[in-house]
């Protein structure tokens, strides 16, 4: 048995491949990366649903992992956080982080992040080939998450560089590399802050843990990296993916273009169409599970492609086309579903929105500087992403 979605070209585009798979069966056992035991698939848009509101299906990975024989030496910190926990665990450490992303909190954010824009956007040389990755996608949703999180300017060039490694597949040596960078770099960081205290979402976190929120040190630091990591990496794919299909369509980037007050409506096609989070982070089944008409038994990986849901018909009419008057987008899974959606979504939202009115107003004539099979996608199972956007203003 051969994965169909370790197929070169699947990196390229994965939906023929997604399409022929649910078209077979919404739910069906693929091989696991490591050999060994099967994975499941989920690839139907009411079995993703499903899935990610199951209790049955636990994300407590250190249980899964306890007293398994691996090579990994992923930094605890990072192997143990609020996304690999279940309730009541997730319950507490989710009501810590919420206040920060609530629409209030994030519409206080809206100046600083426009500023930011702004400043990258005046560096892009006129009329000359540029990379939209490095010089927007990538920077400002960095640039945003650790100003709310109270990172220094002089350190978030190695934060970017640490958390891109930390998706690189195929490479465990690099990853866990990268695991033990960032949770030294967010210790000590906290230390500096418990000597300097000051007014950011970290030192509120810090607060917390020395406080009555019973927050562990090793809690701290997760979520410290969790949030991070998460703020920024999924934020970028976001704004790559968004713009290319734009790019790809003409008539929606020139209605934009007209309408620039319309683009918060079209956010959620454009997260649907191509989600920058392709498969949700690792679940598995506590008890046998029946999903999609499919048997799981206890213990068994389940691989959520949220990518694949998506672009299910029976929920999406013509999944295929971007069509920005779609009046049901909203209902897409790029964020998840249920106590684990993405509490990050209205700052994403609103760094796209932002981001996407400032480039179509300062740079009309956009457009592609190479053919779009030539694009270069990251090897990454979990995000889906772009390691550069050529474009020419």
Not at 83 to 104: C, I, Q, W, Y
Not at 193 to 208: E, F, Q, T, V, Y
Not at 303 to 320: H, Q
Request: aromatic share 6%.
């Amino acid at each position: 048995m051969t994965d169909p979605t370790q197929e070169p070209r699947f990196l390229q585009d994965p939906y023929p491949t997604y399409a022929a798979l649910r078209s077979a069966c919404p739910v069906q056992a693929v091989p696991s990366a490591s050999g060994g035991r099967l994975s499941y698939l989920v690839t139907g848009y009411a079995e993703a649903r499903e899935a990610l509101a199951d209790a049955r299906l636990s994300k407590d990975t250190a249980a899964f992992f306890a007293g398994k024989e691996s090579k990994r030496r992923l930094h605890p910190a990072v192997a143990h956080n609020m996304l690999s926990s279940d309730p009541p665990e997730h319950t507490r450490l989710r009501k810590l982080v919420t206040k920060a992303f609530t629409t209030g909190a994030v519409a206080e954010l809206r100046p600083f992040i426009a500023r930011v824009t702004d400043d990258l956007l005046d560096q892009w040389p006129v009329g000359e080939p540029l990379d939209f990755m490095t010089g927007l996608a990538v920077p400002l949703p960095v640039i945003v998450i650790c100003e709310l999180l109270g990172v220094p300017e002089e350190d978030r060039p190695d934060i970017r560089r640490w958390s891109g490694e930390l998706f690189a597949a195929g490479q465990p040596g690099v990853i866990d590399a990268a695991s033990h960078s960032l949770a030294d770099y967010m210790t000590e960081l906290i230390a500096a802050k418990r000597r300097h205290p000051g007014n950011s979402l970290l030192d509120h976190l810090i607060s917390a843990r020395d406080g009555h929120d019973r927050l562990s040190e090793e809690e701290l630091v997760s979520l410290a990296v969790l949030l991070l990591v998460a703020g920024h990496e999924t934020t970028t794919n976001f704004l790559g993916n968004a713009t290319l299909s734009l790019l790809q369509h003409p008539a929606e980037l020139d209605r934009l273009r007209q309408n620039p007050d319309d683009i918060p409506a079209v956010l959620d096609e454009l997260l649907r169409f191509d989600s920058p989070v392709s498969t949700a982070t690792f679940r598995y089944t506590t008890e046998a599970v029946t999903l999609g008409g499919t048997d799981i038994p206890t213990g068994a990986p389940v691989l959520v492609a949220l990518g694949a849901a998506n672009r299910d018909p029976e929920r999406f009419p013509s999944p295929d086309q971007l069509d920005a008057g779609r009046d049901d987008a909203a209902g897409h899974l790029a964020f998840g579903h249920g106590i684990h959606r993405c509490v990050g979504a209205p700052l994403a939202k609103a760094e796209a929105e932002i981001a996407l009115r400032a480039v179509l107003t300062r740079f009309p004539g956009l457009r592609l500087a190479v053919p779009p099979d030539q694009l270069q996608w990251r090897h990454a199972r979990l995000v889906r992403g772009l390691t550069s956007l050529p474009v020419l203003n």
